[in-house]
């Protein structure tokens, strides 16, 4: 199968050298150059005209598209398109909300148009939660405000587990348009700082926050069409 790849950021550049063992796989970036990697600028017409000219077997997209120039040559050159998104466009209106890919969204939020019209041309999107893994470890968001020790929910998934997902679909083509993609484990901040606290861990003792949301992000459309992907624990994850 022939893939492109368009970004490589924390994903994309783990994603690309995976996905080259199985596929033909080129990436293209604003910035970053690895292997076989092409500079590329999504927002200048002149480098999505000389694309054009290019067919693919499937194209994934592990940035926020900005612009349906962009879509419309992803759509010329390939009929199998991905795009990465963000469950953080639900719009979470109830507490303890359990959310689903037909939950609400927020048709405020900067990716809800340009989503729309993806999946409108017949692209695929995979909201993924909150992603961790190596230089991305969950106990070091404790220095921000926002996080404090509470029962708030954190939906996460592992770098590694995306790509497992992705090579996944790369396989078998998926029935669905929007899938959320998290580890589909419960567990909440309060629980992880016991925990780090319990591991000699974390030292320093994290004041509690009032928690004014709180959801599930649930993955069993995913896992029920692909129930051979294996997350990864997290807990296991932070005593490495």
Known sequence: MKVAIFGLGYVGKFLFPSLQEDHETVAFSTNTQIGQSFIFDAQNSKDIEKLKHHKYDATITTFPIENEEFISMLFSICNYNILLGSTGIYDRRHFDEVITEDSELKKEHKRYAIEEYFVERGGIIVRLSGIYGPQRVPLNW???????YSDKQLNLIHRDDIVAALKLMLCKRPTQKIYNLSDGARHSWKSIIDFAHEKNLLQEKIAPIEVKENSFVDNTRFCREYPQLQ?????EFLQR
């Open 142 to 148: 404790l220095r921000s405000p926002r996080v404090g």
């Open 231 to 235: 997350f990864h624990d997290l807990f």
